[in-house]
């Protein structure tokens, strides 16, 4: 049987690829093809002549059999380099298959730091990493998978100054971020570069990929000419995320990512890959073309100054916690202040606004419970559902009205909930005096009470 198989394989053709192997896959008929790499290359001196020595033969075999692939997808993979940015949930998965596949050069760009609540998704890192450079922590992890591609961790962060440096130096871009300035910036540059990016995106249940900049294809600023307002942008820690999200995501990237490298075109050229994780459903969406006036792409010679995109997005590369400024110092308490009037008894409902799954998670014991988006439907039912909270507690009046202390995860929510309920409060005078607490629940395990668990 060996032997048939053995024959089964056209091994080299001269005429073409000089010294290269060229496998006919649809006749390699079983994983068991390895040993017939072996055999044939003991047996014909001629296949030695190949690039790829015998340990990449046998540890990419299952790959090379791939009549789509082949030694030349090998060997074109091995000369290529990418740049991963970001080396979180999107990036440990394309870093990690693409090494193992044998990239040449891997370059790992990230400024922070591995955490805790980071280890469900970012599965490169483990807990004896936690406050280390994640990109180094990927170097070291993958180095143990294949010691052969070249790591080059950056521990850095991606700004208008180094990004066309950066990105000059690589075949293919994969933008694995998590925030607009950066995918702006990251855009711009592999326009003004002439790179292809390959860019990916998960949230909660959701996933997104597309190729931009590639064969003719669309820009991101070409389907998103600006951004969107910086209020209406969620992010993981905000919204949450399942961790085999982006994994699903990343693997996605890290094919099409090899797909380009390798020689094989990319399917996501003007086509967008939706994943809803819930419904286990993907859809494929064709994308709006190259737009003619699109302020990059149709000019890219002349865009070689990098703005600034951290105002032009109205929201910060690198912070991941946005802090809003919705209401004055007056209509704000510190934590400590809050403690104060624990401390001191002073009448007051606690209001937390989180949603309910974060209220489940932990909470302080004698807050009242309306999540921010039933209180923003301000609805005849949502409004009756507090007055009859804030008349319960009618024994708690105070000269000015009912103290009403509004709390969140980190006091964003809580300035908005303010807001409406000083709307609602303006309508039903005498109703209450609304406050929030400054940095939340956050603020409050990190200065007053350390049991007190974050999230
Ligand atoms: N401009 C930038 N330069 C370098 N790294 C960046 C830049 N923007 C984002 N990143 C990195 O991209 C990664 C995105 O990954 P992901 O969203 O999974 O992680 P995270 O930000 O650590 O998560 P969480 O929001 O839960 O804290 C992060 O590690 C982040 O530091
Ligand atoms: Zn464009």
């Not at 053709?13 to 192997?21: I, K, L, P, W, Y």
């Not at 015998?54 to 059999?65: A, C, G, K």
């Not at 000369?79 to 790992?108: D, E, F, N, T, W």
């Not at 890219?300 to 912070?319: I, N, R």
């Amino acid at each position: 049987m060996a032997e048939k198989e053995t024959d089964s394989l056209t091994l080299v053709d001269r005429s073409t690829e000089r010294n290269t192997a060229v496998f006919h896959g649809t006749k390699v008929k079983s994983c068991s093809s390895l040993l017939h790499l072996h055999e044939a290359h003991e047996l014909l001196p001629e296949l030695s002549k190949t690039s790829l020595s015998n340990p990449e033969i046998l540890r990419y075999s299952r790959q090379l059999v791939l009549p789509e692939f082949g030694v030349k997808g090998q060997l074109n993979l091995s000369k290529a380099s990418v740049l991963v940015i970001g080396c979180g949930g999107l990036g440990c998965p394309v870093a990690q298959y693409l090494a193992a596949a044998g990239i040449g050069r891997l370059g790992l760009l990230d400024y922070d730091v591995v955490e805790l609540s980071n280890l469900h998704r970012q599965v490169l890192h483990g807990e004896n990493r936690l406050g280390t450079s994640k990109s180094i922590s990927i170097a070291k992890t993958l180095r143990k998978l294949n010691s052969t591609v070249d790591y080059v961790p950056y521990h850095m962060i991606l700004n208008p100054k180094n990004a066309l440096k950066i990105i000059q130096q690589y075949d293919v871009i994969a933008d694995c971020s998590d925030n607009v300035a950066t995918r702006y910036l990251i855009n711009d540059a592999c326009v003004v570069a002439n790179k292809p990016l390959v860019s990916a995106s998960a949230l909660r249940w959701e996933g997104q990929l597309t190729v931009y900049n590639y064969q003719q294809g669309p820009c991101y600023r070409c389907l998103f000419p600006t951004p969107p307002p910086s209020e209406t942008v969620t992010n993981c820690a905000d919204g949450g995320v399942l961790g085999i999200v982006p994994g699903i995501m990343g693997s996605m990237q890290a094919l099409e990512v090899l797909k380009i490298a390798s020689g094989i075109a990319s399917s996501y050229c003007g086509v967008m890959l939706m994943f809803d994780a819930l419904d286990g459903r993907f859809r494929n969406i064709r994308i709006r073309g190259k737009k003619p006036n699109c302020v990059v792409c149709s000019n890219p010679t002349e865009f070689s100054v990098l703005q600034d995109y951290e105002a032009f997005c109205g929201s910060s590369a690198s912070d991941k916690c946005r802090m809003l400024n919705l209401l004055s110092s007056e209509e704000r308490l510190s934590v400590q202040e809050y403690k104060t009037i624990l401390d001191d008894r002073v009448p007051h409902i606690l209001l937390d606004v989180r949603p309910q799954p974060e209220y489940d998670i932990c909470r302080l014991a004698h807050s009242v419970h309306i999540p921010l988006n039933r209180l923003e439907e301000k609805t005849e039912k949502w409004i009756s559902v507090l007055k009859t909270k804030v008349s319960e507690l009618s024994h708690l009046q105070n000269k000015e009205g009912k103290n009403v202390i509004v709390i969140c995860k980190l006091g964003n929510d809580s300035q908005k909930a303010v807001k409406i309920l000083q709307e609602i409060s303006g309508k039903e005078t005498d109703l209450l005096v609304a406050k929030d607490i400054q940095g939340g629940l956050l603020a409050w395990s990190k200065n007053i009470d350390p049991t007190f668990p974050q999230y």
